[in-house]
């Protein structure tokens, strides 16, 4: 398959191209809720919005009323999200939740997934239990009781956590904290007793909870999967949430240089465009070039990914790695060349650096998927 | 089966009966490679025997037309192959800047008489070329180049001097820039081929940093170049003046080779090799050098996709005409960082200049040699350039 997008996928594009801008841009999503101190952290109109264009459930399979595409396709949309730094429950809930439910149960699908295919229902992942990416480590324990489970543990940084009508919860059912099996994944419905949230705004406006399971009771079919044999659904949720993260990513990138070239082309200063300066010319061009590069490997991901190749899952972590970093390199950039503008609340450049900061974090930033790529290189 | 799958099967069992094993070994230096030329011989037998077979076939430039030396195959054949020559580890039959540089700009703009007889040469190995573009005043700012050629109605008279031109000593034939109007900057130049056994062409060898001298200054003293080498073969490429449009043509497929876009492992990842390298010292990696190696790895493997997009976009026509500059510039910065990372992992060991343990010095003088790949065809500092002004359109100069 080439690695650019084929006829079907660039319309997509187009159609996500100009919703975004037009519906997600920056005044009437991220200033617009954030100014007014939204609990969310996002618009449900938008999140109905788009699912009337069907994008909610682009990875939700076509017999499950989704449109059964791939990686490709959610990046797609996703690159819009992050060039627009549009507040969007779609990577929790489209991507990472969608995957998991991929493997749930016909009534888990059938109770939760036409809500994420017509934008009424959000949902949430709760992974992490430190303030690093760790999912090697999971101490959260699921014990059996009667028919089901009792959940106690306690979660971090889980996105959305607070708005979210599920939330897939890892969990441990049997073996120690850093064991790879053992691992149970859980959809654990908003009202759940015994669970409570406390909620952060986070520094890119964007609103997480730490999520305490005190004791919540849960029947045996909110179990996704296998009991004990949930890392494997896991590992596929966190490929899926790792691409996705990385084509958001360069969104963000793409995002902060575009308009950081724009500036160039109308800022003067010593009696020329600063776009003159070769010192900031040759840095742009640098940037552009790991722009495409991250580009390069995120769309060759998307592609492993959607034909099971057995190489994804490194290349996953080689496209969050390159994304993490070129879109940091954009944001600074961006910044340093408005000058002294760039670092007021006015201009959307620094958006695009707390975006950044929070995206990077999101399953891992740089060095956690650097170590991971010498790991599974043997070194 | 598809006509593509059946096309694999049928290159992987060709392959398999013609590729020796000797051959399916990475290139581990120019010792390895097969130049061609008037004056070339064989390494060995398994060399001699794989580059005849891949004549045979037209798989020394496997997407040429079959009337020009190739197999003529379509842009998805040609990837089939490459694939499946690298699967295996196949070394290329024949390296040249007849295939890489003037191949492709004989094809755009040469007579079909040029392209009946070079293009037929080149792909048979019989002529080695070089490239004559730079001066000792023109290097960057190549369109100032000096040496002159005056008409004499039916020849040329060239004198000037060429400088860099690697190889120059082992070559055939010289492609070579020649101001012939002295007025007009970048319309006065023609793109001439000229016989290096011509009267009046001499060179001299440059010693460079890693001991090695592959390159040359190339002197022109009144060298008779005659205006047509037979019928339908003039000796200019393109119009006489309008050479420049040809020099920037062919710069594009240079710069496309240097980047390593066109395959090979020049910045493939290195940290688990590195690893292994390190145990065979006796040694194992310092964690510092493990997270530099891992990032990159990251680097490298993502250069890797980009450079196989470029080529995909290549083929259906979607690039932007200043694409190879950008993919030049961060290639051949990735692979000064390679070899780099593999000297400092190498250790002492990688010191070692003469001893039989690094084959004569390879890791210092690859090492040394790379550090001219972000100079050779265009500095790092001109690709920017180009690519600020012309993709990233920003203002002046
Ligand atoms: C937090 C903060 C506090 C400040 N406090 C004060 C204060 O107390 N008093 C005061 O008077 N000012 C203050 N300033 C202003 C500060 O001095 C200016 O922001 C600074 O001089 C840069 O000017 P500029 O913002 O107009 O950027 P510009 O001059 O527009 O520069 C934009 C970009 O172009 C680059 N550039 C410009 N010219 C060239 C060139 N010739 N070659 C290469 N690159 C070039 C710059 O480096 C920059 O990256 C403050 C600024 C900030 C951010
Ligand atoms: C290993 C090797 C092989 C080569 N092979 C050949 C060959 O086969 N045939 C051939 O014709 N030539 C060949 N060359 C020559 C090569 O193309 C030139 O060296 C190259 O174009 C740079 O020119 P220069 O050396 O004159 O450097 P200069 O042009 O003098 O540049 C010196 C420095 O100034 C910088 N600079 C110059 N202009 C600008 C600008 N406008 N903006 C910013 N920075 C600038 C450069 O980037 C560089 O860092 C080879 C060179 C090398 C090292």
Known sequence: MPLYHDEDQAMLADTASSFMAEEGNIAKQLRHWRDRDCKDGFGHDLWKQMAELGFNGILVDEADGGLGMGHVEAGIVLEEIGRNLTPSPFLTS?????????????????RYLPGLVAGDSVFAVAIDETAKHRPERITTRAEKSGNGFRLTGSKSFVVYGGSADMIVVAARTSGADNETDGITLFAVPKDAKGMSHDAVRLVDSSMATHTKFDGVELDGDAVIGEVDGGREVLDAMLRAGRIGAAAEGVGVARGAMDRTVDYLKQRKQFGKLIGEFQALQHRAAHLYSEVEIAR????????????????????TSVAKAKVAKTARLAVQEGVQMHGGIGMTDEYDIGLFMKRDRALAEFLGDAYYHANRVAELSGY | MSDLEQFRMETRAWLEANCPAEMREPVR?????????????FKNDAQKAWFDACVEKGYT????????????????????????MARINA????????????????????????????????ARGEIRWCQGYSEPGSGS??????????????????????????????????????????????????????????????TKPIKLISGNSPFCETFL????????????????????NRGW?????????????????????RTAAIGAAMKRHAAQNGDELDPVLRAELAMFDVDALAYGCMGEKFLDEIKAGKTHPAQPNMMKYAGTELNKRRHELMMAAGGSRSLEWESEETGGGKPARNWLRTKANSIEGGTSEIMLNVVSKRILELPGG
Not at chain 1, 96 to 110: F, M
Not at chain 2, 64 to 81: H, I, M
Not at chain 2, 107 to 114: A, D, I, N, P, R
Request: net charge negative; hydrophobic share 35%; with cysteine.
């Open chain 2, 61 to 84: 430039v496997p997407a040429w037309p079959k009337a020009y030396g190739g197999a003529g195959l379509s842009a998805p054949e040609a990837k089939v192959l490459r694939e499946e």
């Open chain 1, 296 to 315: 390069a490997v995120t769309i060759k991901t998307q592609q492993l990914l959607d034909a099971g190749a057995e190489s994804a899952d490194m290349m």
């Open chain 2, 91 to 122: 070394r290329p039959p024949l390296s040249s800047f007849g295939i890489w540089m003037l191949g492709p700009a004989l094809l755009h703009f040469g007579t079909e008489g040029q392209k009946q007889r070079f293009l037929n040469e080149i």
């Open chain 2, 245 to 265: 449009d040809v020099a920037k043509y062919l710069l594009g497929h240079e710069r496309e080779m240097i980047s390593g876009a066109g395959g090979g492992d």
């Open chain 1, 94 to 110: 489209s991507v990472l939740a969608a995957t998991a439910l991929k493997h749930g149960s016909d009534d888990l699908k059938g």
């Open chain 2, 141 to 202: 700012d190549l369109v100032s180049l000096q040496t002159y050629g005056e008409d004499k109605g039916d020849h040329w008279v060239v004198n000037g001097q060429k400088v860099w031109t690697s190889y120059a000593d082992h070559c055939d034939w010289i492609f070579c820039l020649v101001r012939t109007d002295k007025q007009n900057k970048y319309q006065g130049i023609t793109f001439m081929l000229i016989d290096m056994e011509t009267q009046g062409v001499s």
């Open chain 2, 29 to 41: 230096d120019e010792d390895d490679v097969y130049w061609g030329g008037r004056n070339a011989t």
């Open chain 2, 221 to 240: 003293e009144d060298v008779k170049v005659p205006k047509s080498y037979g019928d339908d073969i003039p000796a200019q490429v393109g119009e006489v």
